[in-house]
């Protein structure tokens, strides 16, 4: 049996999972995403809600079988129980949204491995309760997302002169459109200026990395 | 006991029989939703084919698929018969797009020679790029094209080439999807003429 940690309040779990270790800027991971799925707002947008809610449930889950998990086969449960997760959000997207499932193509089956997921299960909810184990999935969901949704909104711009599919002034008539923001590299350096500017922000008790 | 070896086989197996069963009867619920998502896209693929329907029609592309268009013997091409008049062609054609397979319908009169239209239903092109050719910038250009008699009836042409009555202008920036795209028409259309009309 695993000790008990000390209780983190809720709060601090969220401010956690949002900003001092938020798993893009501060832990990097799941950086592959980052590059694929923010070329357009609304794809983005779907991919945060599934790996919030896939984050969220999965972690609840490996929280609430904690106790009986044998600890040798305890990866194993875990990817057991996120593909479990992934699956349905796959179905349920082939089947009410078919336009959207097409658009993130072989993404939403790859939050399997996604690292947020795996790491967020057995970091957090292996040893806590399934309660704050599904609060900190759902912010660690809501980190990556803001991050991604961030970019997006830069890439989608930039290159298409659209938001959420819908012309904005200026970028859509005079703007002269860049074809690499609709690109994967894009995403890269995107990403890298992302990287740059919130890591040099002086967070109170950390410093800057 | 939870240490015990076989307590862990135990618990594997029975979790995994408790999400297989779980997905299997999810999967069940929603394959009729999935198999008639596929078929209204090809459908309404059929309709935007001949641009003609849309003008004049306001009803359901389900209810003017059915109405108006004749499987043959052959599982790709469908005869567009308004009144009972065989009046042009849907031709489904499947192919190898630049990153994933690239599904359409293109439409051809009744003198088997004049394109009314095509659409693009299912792509996975880079978006910006290849994937414009789901734009009615690219694929309103087929509408009213001849095909040329040889084995390329159809030239995805290169921007600033002469755009001839058998040619329309590629996509900038996507060169491999366009040659791609030209290469599954050919040969769809190829194989179409070597089937004797009906």
């Known amino acids: 049996m695993t000790p008990q940690p000390t209780q983190k309040p809720m709060r601090q779990i969220m401010l956690d999972c949002l900003w001092y270790d938020n798993p893009i800027f501060r832990q990097i991971l799941f950086i592959c995403s980052t590059l694929a ?25 490996v929280s609430a079988l904690r106790n009986w998990t044998p ?41 399997i491995t996604n690292c947020i997921v795996m790491g967020r299960c057995e970091a957090f909810a292996g040893s806590n309760k399934p309660w704050p184990a599904f609060v900190d999935g759902l912010f660690s969901g809501f980190g990556y997302a803001f991050v991604l949704i961030g970019i997006s909104i830069v890439r989608e711009l930039l290159g298409m002169g659209t938001i959420l599919g819908f012309p904005m002034p200026y970028f859509s ?19 890298a200026l992302v990287l740059w500017g919130l890591r040099s922000i002086d967070v109170k008790g950390k410093k800057p990395c | 006991m939870k240490d015990k070896p076989v307590f862990a086989v135990v618990f594997m197996f029975v979790l995994t029989a408790v999400c297989s069963f779980i997905l299997i009867g999810l999967a069940r619920l929603t394959s009729g939703h999935v198999k008639a998502n596929e078929q209204l896209a090809f459908e309404t693929a059929v309709i935007k084919a001949f641009p003609q329907i849309q003008g004049t ?31 042009g062609y849907a031709i489904a054609i499947e192919g190898k797009g630049f990153w994933d397979k690239i599904r359409c319908v293109i ?29 009615p910038a690219f694929y309103e250009q087929f509408s009213g094209k001849t095909l040329a008699d040889g084995d390329r009836p159809l030239r995805i042409r290169q921007a600033g080439s002469v755009i001839g009555q058998s040619d329309v ?10 040659i791609r795209v030209e290469t599954m028409i050919n040969d769809a259309l190829a194989a179409w003429k070597q089937e004797p009309v009906q």
């Open chain 2, 107 to 135: 439409g051809i009169a009744a003198d088997q020679k004049t394109i009314t239209g095509i659409y693009f239903y299912e792509q996975a092109e880079t978006p910006g790029l290849g994937a414009r050719i789901t734009e």
């Open chain 1, 37 to 61: 799925v923010t070329n357009v707002v609304a794809n983005t947008l779907v991919m945060c809600i599934a790996l919030s809610l896939v984050t969220a449930l999965s972690c609840l889950t």
């Open chain 1, 173 to 191: 008539t005079h703007w002269d459109k860049w074809i690499i923001m609709v690109m994967p590299p894009s995403g890269f350096f995107i990403l």
């Open chain 2, 57 to 87: 029609s306001q009803e359901e592309p389900h209810t003017l698929f059915l109405r108006d268009f004749v499987k043959t013997k052959n599982d790709a091409v469908y005869l567009y018969q308004p009144q009972g008049k065989l009046s």
């Open chain 2, 169 to 178: 202008a590629a996509v900038t920036g996507a060169t491999q999807t366009c």
């Open chain 1, 71 to 111: 600890r040798t086969i305890r990866m194993m449960v875990q990817v057991l129980i996120i593909a479990f997760y992934v699956i349905i959000v796959d179905l349920l997207l082939r089947a009410y949204w078919p336009q959207m499932s097409r658009n993130l193509g072989p993404y939403v089956g790859l939050i």
